[in-house]
């Protein structure tokens, strides 16, 4: 039996039986959809650099290795972030810990113009990479909604939807700087087109 239907169909716990994909509402379908669109905004923000680090890298003076070393912190911070995110929705809701992880986010992708060094580019790609722990809310508010015979797919919409976001960002920010950079030097569109994805958070 298929775990989509045009009624959604809740069981005796309130959690869904059913996956009505078509619809926004309230509680299960409206969680279903703002963890996958949440998750996508905040890859989004996280591959936001690596579109544009060789101009970055160009611009500021960056070598293959220090381009390399932050790769690997922006993986780091993921895999540190997500010990605690656990807990955190467990405490205080998937919600409210998406929402804090995005804002969180968002300030550090803001900054990225401001970048003068290689160290300055991976302290704020570790910053950066905190975002890489939504999955965990996302996972998380989904798990809350659907019952366990429907739950797998659930799962893997919101996982794989919000997986997105990192293609996205690649068919998206070369245009945006190729937008800003027709009408200003390469130094203050690569810091300029930074603003975009931090909003976007």
Excluded at 32 to 48: E, I, Q, R, V
Excluded at 168 to 179: C, E, S
Aim: aromatic letters at 12%; hydrophobic letters at 50%.
């Amino acid at each position: 039996m298929s775990a989509f239907s045009t009624k959604l169909v809740v069981d005796g716990h309130n959690k869904a039986t059913t996956i009505k994909l078509f619809s926004f509402a309230r509680p299960h379908m409206r969680a279903l959809h703002l963890s996958w669109l949440s998750f996508m905004t905040a890859f989004f923000s996280w591959y936001a650099i690596p579109p544009l680090i060789s101009i970055i890298g160009a611009d500021i003076g960056l070598s293959a290795n220090d381009i390399y070393d932050s790769n690997i912190v922006a993986v780091a911070a993921t895999i540190v972030a997500r010990l605690f995110v656990g807990p955190l929705c467990e405490r205080f809701g998937p919600r409210k810990v998406m929402a804090g992880l995005l804002f969180a986010g968002a300030i550090p992708t803001a900054m990225v113009g401001l970048v003068k060094s290689a160290g300055g580019l991976m302290a704020l790609r570790f910053f950066i990479g905190i975002l890489g722990a939504t999955f965990v809310p996302c996972q998380f508010w989904s798990t809350q909604m659907f019952a366990p015979k429907v739950v797998g797919a659930a799962n893997a919409l919101t996982g794989g939807w919000g997986n997105m976001g990192a293609g996205i960002t690649y068919l998206v920010m070369p245009p945006l700087y190729n937008g800003i950079y027709s009408h200003t030097p390469t130094s203050n569109a690569w810091k300029a087109v930074y603003i975009i994805p931090a909003g976007a958070s």
